[in-house]
């Protein structure tokens, strides 16, 4: 068999469409169920509305399929409609540290949330002020130490909305972890 020979009999054995015209049914039912959004809630159950909304798509790629959803889990970002992780990125002050005066009102809300007196956010130990760096002295492991909950490495602001306060211990263990 020549090498002409194998490139027809490759081509018409080819089980993929030749163009983009064939494409298209696929491609809109997987735009029609990718569109489903994960926090829909289901009229009778979750696996009876897929298959209903993929026999319409099939059916009918154009017809647009609405479900109800729930309004509070969107303004969340979540299912269950619980509020997002604290911390911001990519903004005005991404990969940047915090400034003496973020650090501050980072300190001053952790306060707020325990009855006037900073605890860790992670291990909930009473912290302590850091005091001056001091040649061949250890800083206690409860030394409070504000931290960025988005790590700069990863884009996370300087701003005292990606703060919190982290004893030295939590703080080392962390490292730039989400």
Known sequence: MSEHDMRRAQRATSAFPRNLLQWMPLLLLVAGLTAIPSFAQPSLDAETDVARVAEATALDPLAQQVLPVDSVAITAGKKGGKPPPKGTANG?????????????????????????ENRCENCGVTTADAQKSQKGVTPPSHEAQVDHVIPRAKGGDGSPANGQVLCRECNNAKSDKL
């Open 92 to 116: 005005e002050r991404a990969y940047m540290r915090f400034t003496p005066k973020g650090k501050k009102d980072v300190k001053e809300e952790n306060a707020q949330k325990h009855d006037g």
